[in-house]
């Protein structure tokens, strides 16, 4: 981003930090993200909603080629995807669109930090926003523009979309026998083919995004478990106990009536 005066932009949407708590290794880690509020955004009612998912077939398929093959199941996911996409420009030259204009304001804390950051330290609040010169993890365009960049980047590879599904990718060697099959399902990655090409691959991805760490055999994949031994398993069980049971007063327990608004929402 960069900052511009406020009269400048059409655009200007608010923030929301999202902050969320880990433990590792007994040590309590906190992350702070900071939201766009892309639901306000303006100018961009007409545009369908970008979602780079992988469908069921794909998932069944690239576990079924690796029984097949007696390949090595793997996954791994980008981290700070949505920060990674191509800029609002390059999405303008390969839509043919007007080139998108979002600006964000600060809350007082982050204003604070924004002022510690070399070039922002005289920054006014009251007369200036943040420009976005490329999309931020909560607008509209940002699933959009990240799946742009990884695509680059497996194409790069040599890897190309299936016909059935363009999150499904697949590489061929010369002679044309299937080398490696990839799902995208936004950032996270599953990944089918030799031990030593998915570690080929992986390193090439992480040039491009930061380091990645793979998982093999075991991992648990759009909530679906992997356990890869002398077959492959899929199960939900973890999932599944996840899932909390919404108590229904008997009252309205009756089966063949519809429930009232209230225990509808």
């Known amino acids: ?13 608010d923030t ?3 902050l969320k708590w880990k433990l590792k290794g007994g040590v309590r880690h906190i992350r702070a993200r900071l939201c766009l509020r892309g639901f306000k955004e303006s100018g961009c009612d007409n545009d369908t909603n970008h979602s780079a998912t992988a469908s069921r077939l794909s998932q069944r398929l690239l576990v079924s080629e690796t029984v097949l093959r007696s390949w090595v199941l793997a996954s791994t996911d980008i981290p700070k995807a949505f920060l990674q996409g191509v800029s609002y420009q390059e999405l303008a ?6 080139l998108r204009d979002v600006s964000f304001t ?3 804390q982050g204003t604070t930090c924004l002022r510690q950051i070399k070039g922002f330290e005289d920054f006014d609040p009251r007369s200036e926003v943040l420009h976005c010169l490329k999309p931020g993890t909560g607008c509209r365009d940002a699933p959009r523009c990240f799946s742009m960049q990884l695509r680059k980047v497996t194409a790069a590879f040599g890897l190309r979309s299936s016909f059935l599904d363009p999150e499904f990718e697949l590489l061929h060697d010369e002679g044309g026998t299937l080398q490696l099959v990839v799902i995208k399902h936004v950032d996270d990655l599953k990944i089918a083919g030799p031990k030593e090409l998915i570690a080929r691959f992986v390193d090439h991805v992480a040039r491009a995004f930061g380091k990645l760490v793979i ?3 075991t991992f648990t994949f759009c909530g679906v478990r992997h356990t890869q031994e002398k077959d492959i398993v899929l199960d939900q069980a973890k999932f599944i106990a996840a899932i909390k049971e919404m108590a229904v007063p008997e009252a309205y327990a009756k089966t063949d009536e519809p429930l009232p608004e209230h225990l509808q929402k």
């Not at 030259?93 to 007007?98: A, E, R, S």
């Open 1 to 13: 981003f960069k900052r511009i005066k406020k009269s400048e932009t059409k655009c200007i949407v």
């Open 16 to 18: 929301k930090w999202v």
């Open 93 to 98: 030259d390969t839509t043919n669109k007007p």
């Open 106 to 108: 600060l809350n007082i």
């Open 215 to 217: 998982e093999y055999n």
